[in-house]
């Protein structure tokens, strides 16, 4: 049942992965989301809905454009397809809940926020401050407890010091993607944080190796980074914390 369940939200999912794509791309520059509709990149010819079916038009369009054949970017069947892949994921973990939808709100905003990130080094207040409210809300409806509001404020406040500790390391906008995480996450926040900032070793060891000292003042987006904690968290973050807590026999 669970796995039916799954199955069929993968289909909205990959519909709200589109919907992403234009929330990532118009937002951060403060423009509708609704008109003008799509239009190609390279030669502005609008996007018929027939072409703009997710995952299925851009396998029939083989990646191009129907009137100038300009290069599709890979982001957005790829955002399509991660969308959908999470979405089915929660219920597929979570059953026909009200855990598994606040799960999915919360996988949506991850994604927007790791394109806009990675694209542009901006996690938007319009979509972080909204889902950390909503998310927030609706997590202590369904489980009455301060810990949405005692993770939600405190992994910002540690984000936030260790902000103002590494200047040029992280910037607010990751502090008020803390206040998301710990929202939607509870006691499992820290795994979240962990998971985020040791990922994030790999690229700044990276840059480090390959340009060295001048290295040091290349800036990493940290969003993405704390966006897959946040996922893994989500998924496997009690059993990562139980594990933890076994481990130092408390
Ligand atoms: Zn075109």
């Keep these: ?22 929330v990532a791309a118009r937002l951060p520059l403060r423009r509708s989301l609704v008109s003008p509709g799509s239009a190609c990149m390279s030669c502005e010819t609008p996007i018929a809905w027939y072409d703009n079916v997710p995952l299925l038009s851009y396998a029939l369009l083989r990646g191009r454009c129907r009137s100038c054949r300009a290069t599709i970017p890979w982001k957005y069947p790829a955002v399509e397809i991660a969308t959908a892949v999470l979405v089915s994921a929660c219920f597929l973990r979570f059953g026909l809940s009200g855990e598994a939808l606040v799960g999915a709100l919360f996988c949506c905003a991850l994604v927007a926020i790791t394109v806009t990130d990675f694209e542009r080094r901006i996690i938007p207040n319009r979509i972080v401050l909204p889902c950390a409210a909503v998310v927030l809300a609706v997590n202590t409806a369904l489980r009455p ?9 405190g992994a910002a406040l540690f984000l936030f010091l260790a902000a103002l500790a590494y200047p040029g390391g992280m910037g607010m906008g990751d502090v008020k993607l803390a206040l998301l995480l710990g929202a939607a996450l509870g006691r499992t926040v820290p795994v979240a944080l962990m998971t985020g900032m040791v990922a994030a070793l790999v690229p700044s060891f990276v840059i480090l190796a390959r340009h060295g000292r001048k290295g040091r003042k290349m800036r990493i987006a940290f969003g993405p980074f704390l966006a897959l904690g946040g996922v893994v968290a989500l998924f496997a973050g009690g059993d990562l914390l139980d594990s933890y807590l076994h481990l130092f026999g408390s």
């Excluded at 407890?145 to 404020?153: G, Y």
């Design 1 to 22: 049942m669970t796995a039916a369940i799954a199955a069929i939200v993968f289909w909205p999912g990959l519909a709200v992965g589109s919907f992403l794509n234009v």
């Design 145 to 153: 407890s301060p810990e949405w509001a005692i993770a939600a404020f």
